[in-house]
């Protein structure tokens, strides 16, 4: 019973994670905007209530709530053939993708740590980071109330998991601010542009506080490269998005989803190719 379990659970995470992805920006922004408003001393703006639970799921279209049996995770999208049962207008491909997502995650997690209080932290790891991708590649926006409690949760997972390696998560968070933060400065100082923002920095530091400093360098060399190979793809097959900024949560993500799935083989490869 522990796959269909986790199969389901992760789908339903999966929903949540839509939520999250398609509120959290909106809130960020109109608490923005009231604490702009009040420092100016000027009335803040009557707004409805907004939030993870109010309003109601419903069409991006023409705002019609979603009923329940038709907001099941990817079974409604599926019903509905990813359209709106009011107006007919079409629903973003998003929704199934992250829940399906969110249940591949699960199931990994499942498979390599069992249902264990490894498991839990680990998936939970693996969900922020998906949640953390997809709002960076919507909005180019790394929010610290996702960021930052990330790397408290990778550093609490090795006190309780694997006390022996705290001071290399330790470390691992301090080298992984400080090795992006150091190249936004160079890159900076060389072209008089930035390459990324403060919320990447704090990314690889949360990863740096999951994995361990030693993992720092695969980190940087698998996100990189997955960067510049999807960066060059797109670029050929799309002239228009030339010198457009593309986001690099993305790529930390899949690094990070592949370093903790797959972290202990994959580092003794590398070892291996380097000749450590």
């Known amino acids: 019973m522990l796959w269909p379990l986790a199969a389901v659970l992760g789908l339903c995470l999966g929903s949540f994670l839509n939520v999250v992805i398609t ?8 608490g923005w905007r009231a604490e702009a408003l009040d420092a100016l001393e000027q009335q803040p703006e009557a707004v409805p209530r907004f939030n993870l639970l109010t309003p109601r799921s419903q069409c991006p279209s023409c705002a019609q709530p979603i009923a329940w049996y038709d907001n ?9 053939r990813g359209r709106c049962a009011g107006c007919n207008g079409r629903i973003s491909p998003q929704y199934p993708l992250i829940e399906l997502a969110g249940a591949i995650l699960t199931l990994a997690t499942v498979a390599l740590y ?12 693996c969900l922020t980071l998906l949640a953390l991708a997809v709002i960076d590649l919507r909005t180019q926006l790394l929010p610290d109330i996702m960021t930052l409690p990330l790397l408290w949760a990778g550093l609490l997972y090795q006190l309780l998991l694997q006390p022996l390696l705290l001071p290399s998560a330790v470390i691992g968070a301090m080298l992984g601010y ?11 100082l060389i072209t008089g542009k930035e390459g990324m923002g403060y919320g990447d920095f704090k990314l690889l530091a949360a990863l740096g506080a999951w994995l361990g400093w030693q993992y720092l360098p695969l980190l940087l060399i698998l996100s990189a490269g997955v960067g510049a190979l999807v960066g060059i793809v797109l670029q050929l097959a ?3 998005l030339r010198g457009t900024p593309m986001p690099f949560a993305p790529f930390l993500a899949m690094a990070g989803w592949i370093a903790l799935l797959m972290g202990e083989p994959l580092m003794a490869l590398y070892l291996g190719i380097v000749g450590v």
């Not at 509120?23 to 109109?30: D, E, G, K, T």
């Not at 069992?114 to 790891?125: K, N, Q, T």
């Open 23 to 30: 509120r959290l920006p909106v809130m960020l922004m109109q």
């Open 72 to 80: 099941i995770p990817l079974l409604g999208y599926l019903k509905r």
């Open 114 to 125: 069992g249902a264990s209080l490894a498991g839990l932290f680990i998936v939970g790891a």
């Open 178 to 188: 400080l090795a992006l933060w150091s190249f936004y400065w160079l890159f900076k």
């Open 238 to 240: 799309l002239p228009k």
